[in-house]
């Protein structure tokens, strides 16, 4: 099973900074790495696929970037309703697709 | 709009059944992949299960914390998907999300989810 790790587990930060999420994996996935944010009481929201690949809708101040085992999701200029949490995901294989989650606080 | 709404949930004693449902609009059901997730309160998210589209012959696949407990199944008329559950554990509480699976030549991500609905599994 291909196991996703998240850095860090949480993380405070302001308004306007910039941060980066950090996702490894426990092998080769090549850029099969989607990135999700999930607010209390609100459907999770497909924010960056393939990697690097912005969804529609989402605001370009969200980056991804990494292929292979190592990747990152940038949020550039903080804004108060990104403070959430923060998922990656395998889509490589079925079992295991999560990390455990960045919890991103003021 | 694409949308999915889940509903089903609620208080079940240990060793129960509950059926969960996923309503979905805007898209056609048969094209698609469909997975349920789950987030145990305070946990993170947890892959459930998957249900293949009618060109896939409706396949299913599941987690290894409920194989041989949930099923998944699809009214593709109704444009439902649902979640069999049975014999539960209180570790299987947890808010339950539907969501399409998009499959784009070798990729494919979760969109849209929907709101999820609430199972505790308690006595």
């Known amino acids: 099973d291909i196991q996703m790790t998240q850095s860090p587990s949480s993380l405070s930060a302001s308004v306007g900074n910039t941060v980066t999420i950090t996702c490894r994996a426990s092998q080769n996935i090549d850029n099969y790495l989607n990135w999700y944010q999930l607010k209390p009481g609100q459907a999770p929201q497909l924010l960056i696929y393939a990697a690097s690949n912005l969804q529609g809708g989402v605001p370009a101040r969200f980056s991804g970037g990494g292929s292979g085992t190592d990747f990152t999701l940038t949020i550039s200029g903080l804004q108060p309703e990104d403070f959430a949490t923060y998922y990656c995901q395998q889509s490589y294989s079925t079992s295991h697709p999560f990390g455990q989650g960045t919890k991103l606080e003021i | 709009e694409v949308q999915l709404v889940e509903s089903g949930g609620g208080l079940v004693q240990p060793g129960g059944s509950l059926r969960l449902s996923c309503a979905a609009s805007g898209f056609t059901l048969s094209d698609h992949y469909m997975d349920w997730v789950r987030q145990a309160p305070g946990k993170g998210l947890e892959w459930v299960g998957r249900t293949r589209n009618k060109a896939n012959g409706y396949t299913t696949e599941y987690a290894a914390s409920v194989e041989g407990r949930f099923t998944i199944s699809r009214d593709d008329s109704k444009n439902s998907l649902f979640l069999q559950m049975n014999s539960l554990r209180t570790e299987d509480t947890a808010v339950y999300y539907c969501?399409?699976?998009?499959?784009?030549?070798?990729?494919?991500?979760?969109?849209?989810w929907g709101q999820g609905t609430l199972v505790t599994v308690s006595s």
């Open positions: 969501t399409r699976v998009v499959r784009n030549i070798l990729w494919n991500w979760f969109d849209p």
